[in-house]
């Protein structure tokens, strides 16, 4: 009886400013114990290897509380995941931001969630809530999955949360070609237009494919007439690749016209593009519709693969065959490139 009154007393002065009396830690010992395996009646040796193994059980308890603890806010997440990508193109930086804003501004007490609790089940919830559209949640999950990315190298999560939400189902409209009467009107309004100060961009995106934040990013100087080239430079191509687009003669013919210096394109094109199309009578458009113009007529005219992969600056031509070439809205393919 003393012994045991011996113990209690240790126990007592062990638990002492902790604010623990002996009862709860009684009832937390024996937590432990059964966590390590002991039962009632078990042998001496036996509870001896429970109570290692709960020991064991509250170490690791320990490290992955103060893992749980070592996270950010969704936005700390978003600023470093943006840092990361520095380097990127200016196009690229700004979609990151835009949708990364737009997440934190229509999801609720996102911006301040820790990103070590946010779940597979929330990152699907808030693309449906932040975006409407299967190509919009597509892009945004992409980036959501580059920010969770940055914050797992940082140790501020475990996973990738995103990494198992089921991608967006995306069905590729059919993209259909200028037919002869619209691509007539579209280079008469850039004629018109502010003294044909678009007509070189227009000539480009229709006769040579380039895109239109590809041509924002052109200068004069990479038009090369003698060589009848332009030079689509890395750092300005979507891809990331730089490629030399061939002068065909109708581009030829405008550009001398349209020859000067500095930037091809006039100060804030997009602005001036969309006006363009509108003047011209293009109350709908579709984006990318001059560069699958060109690739159909190109290949309608020049009958190759090889030539219209080159001039595209694709990997390979199967996006090409599936996506971009559509022969049904070719008419007088001879009389484009004339």
Request: charged share 30%; with cysteine; net charge positive.
């Amino acid at each position: 009886m003393n012994t045991q009154r011996e113990e209690e007393q240790v126990a007592l002065s062990i638990l002492r400013g902790t604010g623990v009396n002996i009862v709860e830690a009684a009832l937390m010992a024996k937590a432990v114990l059964e966590a390590g395996g002991a039962r009632r009646g078990t042998a001496e040796a036996t509870a001896r290897r429970s109570l290692k193994r709960g020991k064991k059980i509250i170490e690791l308890g320990m490290a992955e509380m103060k893992k749980q603890e070592r996270t950010v806010t969704f936005e700390k997440a978003v600023e470093a995941a943006l840092q990361a990508r520095a380097g990127r193109r200016a196009r690229t930086l700004c979609d990151f931001r835009y949708i990364t804003r737009r997440f934190m501004k229509r999801c609720r007490g996102l911006a301040k969630r820790r990103v070590r609790a946010i779940t597979t089940q929330e990152c699907a919830e808030y693309m449906e809530m932040a975006f409407d559209t299967p190509s919009q949640r597509a892009k945004a999950r992409r980036v959501l999955s580059g920010v969770f990315s940055t914050a797992v190298k940082r140790g501020w999560c475990s996973e990738n949360p995103v990494a198992r939400v089921e991608p967006p189902r995306v069905v590729e409209k059919r993209i259909e070609v200028l037919k002869p009467n619209e691509i007539e009107r579209l280079l008469q309004a850039a004629e018109q237009y502010e003294g044909a100060r678009c007509l070189a961009a227009v000539g480009m995106m229709l006769y040579a494919g380039i895109r239109p934040h590809e041509v924002a990013r052109l200068t004069w100087e990479q038009v090369d007439f003698a060589g009848r080239a332009i030079c689509i430079l890395p750092q300005h191509s979507k891809t990331g690749g730089a490629r030399l687009v061939t002068i065909q003669p109708p581009l030829l013919r405008l550009l001398q016209r349209c020859r000067q210096g500095g930037r091809v394109c006039p100060p804030q094109w997009l602005k001036h593009w969309r006006a363009l199309r509108k003047q011209a009578g293009f109350a709908a458009w579709q984006p990318d519709v001059l560069r699958h113009t060109f690739a159909s007529y190109h290949l309608r005219h020049f009958k190759d693969y090889s030539a219209l992969q080159y001039e595209t600056g694709h990997r390979d031509s199967s996006l090409l065959r599936t996506r971009y070439v559509d022969m049904r809205g070719v008419a007088a393919a001879a009389d484009f490139w004339k």
